[in-house]
């Protein structure tokens, strides 16, 4: 099978069968997704749109951009992908389109795209600049329609982003907390919790910091105040119900769960709060 052949196959179906996903913190109550929907619709009706998620805590960014690093790598190749996560709509931050070597980013520039950005490799960047591109009255509180909505239709019709404004060397970043090891223990940050109430962790499954832990070793682990023994485990029945354990989650990283549980209430956890590891001698 020629790989390339298909890529090349693939971003040809993608010209006449675009593909915009959308990822907001705007909730299903409102009427906000609907409008951007309407807009792209309107631009380019043969578009194929995919709601990844639209219950993002409210300007939560980082929440978002785990999400989007984690779901856009399954998309085909050419796939745009649209995200309103902007707390800082109306202000000076940068409305921007990243290429990167499989798909395409639209959205503010607050981080919300960079970690999909950097885990894909990021070909060129630009900043949104021209007015033909956007709705002819730009809202101060709702660029997602006005702006963000009409670009990505626009880039779904077969217009290169160097079309939307000049080329720009460098975006922001999301800040995450540095994963450390001391005196056996790994250090790092509760960077999601699932809708099961499992505690994704920001410590890579092969840390730099630590060599693999082995299946079945004895851990503990410390959030806030709450301190839990448990073991590192390749399947959620390899404990009881309503025991703790540590597994390596779909996005490689170390997740804390419940069998058929929530970490996140044995914990009382939280995004952004501090976790602390205890792991095997010799490990770290």
């Keep these: 099978m020629d790989i390339t052949n298909n890529v090349v196959e693939n971003e040809a179906l993608n010209r006449n069968h675009p593909i915009i996903t959308l990822l907001t913190d705007f909730g299903s109550k409102d009427a906000y997704v609907s409008a951007l929907k309407g807009v792209i619709l309107s631009i380019c009706p043969e578009t194929k749109i995919i709601d990844i998620a639209h219950d993002i805590p409210k300007y939560d960014i980082k929440y978002g951009a785990f999400l989007l690093s984690q779901t856009a790598p399954y998309f085909p190749v050419g796939t745009i992908h649209l995200v309103v996560i902007d707390p800082g709509v109306g202000t000076t931050r940068r409305r921007i389109i990243v290429k990167g070597k499989r798909n395409m980013y639209v959205g503010p520039d607050n981080g919300v795209l960079s970690l999909a950005a950097e885990k894909e490799g990021s070909i060129k960047m630009v900043e949104i600049k021209k007015k033909q591109f956007m709705l ?45 090891s001391r005196n056996g223990k790994l250090v790092g ?24 832990i082995p299946v079945g070793a004895p851990l503990t682990v410390s959030i806030g105040e709450q301190s839990k023994k448990m073991r590192l485990c390749s399947a959620y029945e390899a404990v009881l119900v309503g025991q703790p354990l540590m597994i390596i989650g779909s996005s490689d990283f170390y997740e804390i769960s419940v069998n058929k549980g929530s970490a996140k209430a044995l914990f009382q956890a939280n995004i952004g709060d501090v976790i602390e590891i205890s792991v095997p001698k010799r490990t770290c």
């Excluded at 699932?194 to 693999?212: A, L, P, R, W, Y």
């Design 136 to 180: 002819q009255i730009v809202s101060k509180t709702f660029e997602g329609r006005d702006v963000f909505a009409p670009v990505s239709a626009y880039l779904a019709k077969g217009y290169e982003i160097d079309a939307f404004g000049p080329i720009i060397k460098n975006i922001v970043k999301l800040a995450l907390a540095n994963v450390e």
């Design 189 to 212: 940050e509760i960077l999601y919790i699932d809708g099961f109430g499992n505690i994704i962790t920001n410590i890579v499954s092969k840390s730099i910091h630590c060599s693999e």
